[in-house]
């Protein structure tokens, strides 16, 4: 058919420069004809994306052929068993797109999820585009619930390209998750990783449009202007911002913030789904959680200062559970953590430092930095960490104060502290006398029973804030637990991050000898430090209910084994202010189980969102006579108001009212995970049968397959394919190109374990699903065993009714997105010739139970050309069928986009309601504000016609389907 008189539709397959492409959108041209914009089909150009113009390929070229369904070419298979049918049906249905709000695939991954881990998936699928902040508290697997959305968008099509944004120090370890549980390959770009990466291509080309899945560090990006230009140039199908309070807006922020928050807020435009993950999403301040909110959807929030949840929660845009909220659901896999606070009595030179401390006459407010009183607060602090840190406090004070050139207005300062420094000098001086230490020493060896010698999984997790407490734990340790270099580990924040990542790596590698890890609160966010080690102590009790939280869950996480044993120690002392002081870090202790067993927020207590912020608030406690009565009473009447007690935005009531429990009922209850029609008992079954299929065609080609593990040494097209991914998962030259893969989880388990007492701790069997680049491969080449444009004939004989013939038809309608809507799969059944029904594709093989029956074949050598005079009837029979279904699915779209449309402009009607209210109060010259305001104006509206336009294309359908001929069954002979 003549290109010019052709009417080209999305979903239409053709023919181009002898390539097999799907049309992704069809636009008259500018200057005449029409420009397809297609993605590559066949072998050569699989998954490419290119445009042609109609007239110029007619006139240069052999013109664009469309592949008719009607003239689909039928072919026998003489297969045994009719593997290649078989192998190419499965193939069709593994490339079939989901339409629907079900979890088809995301489930299988190698974990073992739990329901509440699904529903942030089952949430997004509800959304016309899938944009969600993931806020579940720390250690209920956060990462994992991303993993389990991308790979269901990943089998929707709509995962090809990724980008994940993290912290540095958590590149490795979020990588590595991806791969073990998921299999999918995120390329790390780190600055170097980058430079690679410019090298390699021409200089105007794009960085990142070279790697399609690419996790990199937002400082990383954030540093450089030019990275800002590539990145306006580039977009992904999936964007995830791991730790993503980040990068919400602060403030009178610090410049570093700013251009996080700015870099988000690109980013945010540049992906169709956008992932954000975080523990603490918020800062207490409404503008800054709102910043998040409009960054999954501008239209969220019209006033970023006062809203409430009612504002968008039909936008389903953010999630957030404790472990409270699921306690039924992970009781296998968070075992109750075991708390004890252990005390030992102050030694007589402590209370004498103690009694010095407490005297301290210092006079100096440092020119209206930090009161004398809040500097005594900090010397306590610090002496509760150690008399080291302590003591390098009062020389640092001691030194600025001296280095004044009116110094003798402070010697009064100067001579307490100097004082106060003998004090310290002679516990450090004196064997014995730093009691905690002793604490310390005794709890891990009898009340932890930890040997140095012991097993692999018993090793100690020690927290300090001061990096002189910290250095002073590590050598003192060393010498008394008689450990050597290797066995001792510290880590700290300004350790380089890979050298951070190490020490992580090691920690959690069973045959390193690494047994102690001594760090400060560097290792309190996100780092995982359970594989190995269940046992944590607090040296120093933090002064923050936040850092309670962060410090736990390194141990106390989704995958623990075994029961967390956490100690917090306290010194007993005789001095009355300091007994009250230690009291205050007690209630801290006692309100942190509190907050894990029964509220689930921290800062229901405090009503602060920053840590720092906590640490004042209890600095002011211990300012005050009976301080810690009082802040017990502030942290019950913050839990039970239930608004702030002034007009300012309350951001612990707003998330107190998210109540996820309820959605996650009705989710469960309306919503079932769908395992699709396999031809085959799973992905082992499948593979290996492809294997064989390739091993048929190609007697160079080898694989091994033994108790559900495959070994397969990748042929030089599948090496191609490992180019672009990660170089830690792929096939390695001295191994013969090898890969090793398996579908069963428990080896995978295993290998995940193994692979944390290696010191290259990638592991080295992946896993065998639909997501991994081999399954995406092998489906490929096995929709090769026939050629193109052309459909399998299955003579089943005895099995189907010698007098009837059944062709299986796909239709597919996409939205003017060119993303599939709507993808029926029927089977037209005929009787001597006559059409006698029309069956759903599912119901017809479970009935005739065709994925179940050996399906001989006897080898009969039959004329299709029956069948082939019947193709052009089933098709015409097909259509108003799959118009039905279409038409079906379209009312059904056409009902959320009017709820969305009507949802738009109430949103929108508040914004420019918030324009006006804001420029009500404007102090600007009349003419400026005027201005101004109409700036805005014209913002909004764009923001909103663009939005409004985005939700229709996606929730309009193409009236034109691409019919394709799967297979033919027939129970004749021919």
Known sequence: MAAESQKFAPGMRIVVRDAEWMVRKADNAQGGGILLSCVGISELVRDKEAQFLDILENQYGRGIEVLDPKKTKLVEDDSPGFLNSRLYIESMIRSRVPVDENIHLGDKAAMDSMNFQLLPTKMALKQPRPRILIADAVGLGKTLEAGILVSELMRRGKGKRILVLTVKSMLTQFQKEFWSRFSIPLTRLDSTGLAQVRSKIPTNHNPFNYFDKSIVSIDTLKQSQEYSHYLEKAYWDIIIIDEAHNVAERGGSQQSHSARSKLAKLLSTRSDALIML??????????????????????????????????????NLIVRRFQKDVREEIAGEFPPREIKSLSKTASQEEEAAFARLVDLKLVCSDNGRKSSHLFKVSLEKALFSSPHACLSVVQNRIKNLSSRQNSSEFIQDINELESFKLSLEHIINTSSAFSKYNNLVETI???????????????????????????YLFESLKADLKLNDKQIKKMHGSMADTDIMQVVEEFGQEGAPVRVLVCSDVASEGINLHHQSHKMIHFDVPWSLMTFQQRNGRINRYGQTKQPQIR??????????IKGDMRTLELLIEKDQQTVENIGDSAEFTKSYDSEEEVELVSQA???????????????????????????????AFLADLNFNSDEDDLTQNQTSVSDVSFFNDDYDYAKSCLTFLKSKDSNFTFEEDKQLISLYAPQDLRRRFEFLPKEVRPAKDTQYRLHLSQDKTLINQEIKRAQSDSVAWPKVSYLWPVHPVSSWLNDKVKNAFGRHEAPVLRLIGKLDPQEDYFILSGMYPNRRSYPVANPWIVVKFNKGLLTGIEIFEDF?????????????????????????????????????????RQEIANSLAEKLHAQTASLEALKSKHIEQIEFDFSKSKLHETRAQNERETRTRQVNRLFETHQMWIKETLETQDTPYIQLIAVLTGTRG
């Not at 301040?285 to 039909?314: C, G, Q, R, V, W």
């Not at 913050?638 to 007690?645: F, G, M, P, V, W």
């Not at 001989?856 to 050309?865: C, E, K, M, V």
């Open 568 to 577: 917090y120690l306290l010194t007993d002392s005789d001095n009355d202010q």
């Open 278 to 315: 975080s523990a603490t999403p918020h800062d207490g301040k409404a503008e800054s959680f709102a910043s998040l909110m409009n960054m999954l959807d501008a239209t969220a929030i019209a006033n970023p200062s006062n809203y409430t949840h009612e504002d968008f929660k039909d936008k």
């Open 622 to 652: 211990m300012l005050i006579t009976n301080g810690t009565e009082k802040l017990n009473a502030q942290f019950e009447d913050n839990l039970q108001a239930e608004t702030s007690d002034d007009d300012e935005f309350d951001m612990t």
């Open 445 to 471: 060896r009898d009340d932890l029973a930890w040997k140095k010698n012991g097993p692999s999984d018993d090793r100690l997790v020690i927290f300090t804030e001061s990096i002189k407490t910290l250095d």
């Open 845 to 885: 093989i479970k009935k005739a139970r065709l994925n179940e029956l050996d399906l001989s074949n006897q080898g009969s050598q039959g004329d299709a050309s029956y069948q082939q005079g019947l193709l052009p009837l089933a098709i015409d029979a097909a259509k108003p069928h799959m118009e039905a279904r």
